[in-house]
C-alpha cells in the first residue's frame, strides 16, 4: 500500500496483495492540493462497498509517515551516490587533465581506483534499491496489519456482504455513497499507534 518510487532503477517495486501508493505530496504541494469531499451518505441496504487502498496510504497519518520515511530513505541514499558519484568523477578528470604527465605506475593505479570506484557505486545502487524495497515491503505489512481490522469491522458494522478494493476490482461505476475510504481513514487515524 505504501511505496516510493524506485530511486536507482527503473524497475517498479514489486507488487504486493495491494497495489503500491504513490509517495506522500511534499508539503509544498500538499498545501495545493484541495481537500477532498466529504462522504456520500452510505445507501440503506447496500451489500457491497469498497475503498480505495491507495487513497487510504496517502491521506491517513499512518500512510503519510511510512511514505515520508521511505522519502528520506530514498533522500539519505540518493546523496550518499552523489557523493560516490563526484569523487569518480574527480578521479576521472584527474586522469583525463593529467594522465599524460604522470607516471605509468600512478596512471595504473588511478585507472584501477576509478574501476574500484565503478564497481562499488554500481553495488552500492544495488544495495541502496534493495534497502528502498525491504522497507517499502515492510512498512505495507505494517499498515496492511494495522488496516485489515479497521476494514474489517467497517464492513460489519454497515452489514456489507463484500468489500472491494477499488483500484483492483475493477469498478467501472459504483453509488458513491458506498465509498468507503474517507471513513476508513478516519477510523484509522482514530486508532492509537502500536509500536
Request: aromatic share 4%; no cysteine.
Amino acid at each position: 500500500v505504501v511505496t516510493a518510487s524506485p530511486v536507482f532503477a527503473q524497475a517498479q517495486a514489486p507488487a504486493g496483495a495491494a497495489r503500491p501508493a504513490q509517495p506522500a505530496p511534499a508539503p509544498a504541494q500538499a498545501a495545493a492540493q484541495p481537500t477532498p469531499p466529504p462522504p456520500a451518505p452510505f445507501p440503506q441496504g447496500a451489500k457491497v462497498g469498497f475503498v480505495n487502498l491507495q487513497a487510504i496510504a496517502q491521506l491517513s497519518a499512518d500512510g503519510k509517515a511510512a511514505a515520508a520515511r521511505v522519502n528520506a530513505l530514498a533522500q539519505k541514499k540518493q546523496t550518499e551516490a552523489a557523493d560516490k558519484a563526484k569523487a569518480l568523477q574527480a578521479n576521472q578528470q584527474k586522469l583525463e587533465t593529467s594522465g599524460s604527465v604522470m607516471s605509468e605506475a600512478a596512471r595504473a593505479q588511478l585507472q584501477k581506483d576509478i574501476d574500484r570506484q565503478t564497481l562499488e557505486g554500481q553495488r552500492f545502487e544495488q544495495d541502496a534499491q534493495q534497502e528502498l524495497t525491504e522497507l517499502q515491503q515492510q512498512l505495507q505489512q505494517d499498515f496492511q496489519v494495522k488496516l485489515m481490522p479497521v476494514l474489517e469491522a467497517l464492513s460489519k458494522e454497515k452489514g456489507l456482504q463484500v468489500l472491494f478494493s477499488a483500484g483492483d476490482s475493477g469498478v467501472i461505476w459504483a453509488e458513491p455513497g458506498i465509498d468507503l475510504t474517507l471513513e476508513a481513514v478516519a477510523r484509522l487515524d482514530k486508532n492509537p499507534a502500536k509500536k
